[in-house]
């Protein structure tokens, strides 16, 4: 029979990629559905018949309408088996996306086009042309480093990798360079493992002396100053003591009876 009717709804709107089955009588999506990665989204707006589709539950065909959604959100095999790689070749980002059907068939991919997220937030597009059957190939010239955003509009389909910085950016493997540095900004020297240590190697007041802005330790300078202090008011409270007690009697007090 016809569909009920329903009470009410939450207020929403439809997403830009979404399919929209059942609307109000104002236009408002009812029930709407959109495919999201490897998965895919049923949103109904009223509720489980409770209260808005109250009328819902004692319809005939509740049950096969529920049962076909419920199927239709299940995942697509023919987006299964989809990977993704990311890889530097030279000054060039390569990306790799091997597809296969549910049955192991090779997906044909061949044309489709790929919608990059750089790093930092911009998109670019690329085709995909063919590397070996089931495995196509798309070329990003002048990669940052950082994470991508692999989108296949046509597949519904998103998934992400990173890509490490241009080897030539990276530190040479002896590092004599960044020693070097080091070495210049410290007051430090570089030595070879065939020189056999000295004890200037661990005088830390010579390397200290040649280190420009090096740190001085001067906590010991208040530490004296305090105990100079207390050494010194304990003597002058004993002299005070001392003088108090050794005063010789008046004459007064010696010719009193």
Known sequence: GAMPTIDGYNFAEGRSAAQVDLVSDRGDPLLAKWQLGLGRVVAWTADNGSDYASQWTDWDQYNQFWGQTLRWSLPDPTNQAITVDLARTGSNM????????????????????????????????????????????????????????????DLG?????????????????????LLEAIAGRTGGEI???????DASLFDAGQANARAPGAVRAVWYLPLIAALALFV???????????????????LADRNSP
Request: hydrophobic share 35%; aromatic share 4%.
């Open 232 to 250: 010194a008011d304990i003597a002058l409270r004993q002299a005070h003591l001392w003088s108090t007690t050794s005063t010789p009697p008046s």
């Open 191 to 197: 030595r070879s493992l065939d020189q056999a240590p």
């Open 157 to 177: 389909i998103g998934l992400a990798g990173a890509i490490q910085a241009s080897p030539e950016w990276l530190p040479a493997e002896d590092g004599v360079t």
């Open 94 to 153: 390569v990306v790799t996306v091997d597809s296969q059907t549910a049955d192991g068939n090779a997906r044909d991919l061949q044309g489709q086009s790929l919608t990059i997220v750089l790093p930092g937030g911009e998109t670019q597009s690329a085709a995909l042309s063919i590397d070996s059957p089931g495995s196509y190939e798309a070329i990003v010239t002048a990669p940052d480093p950082g994470s991508y955003r692999i989108e296949l509009p």
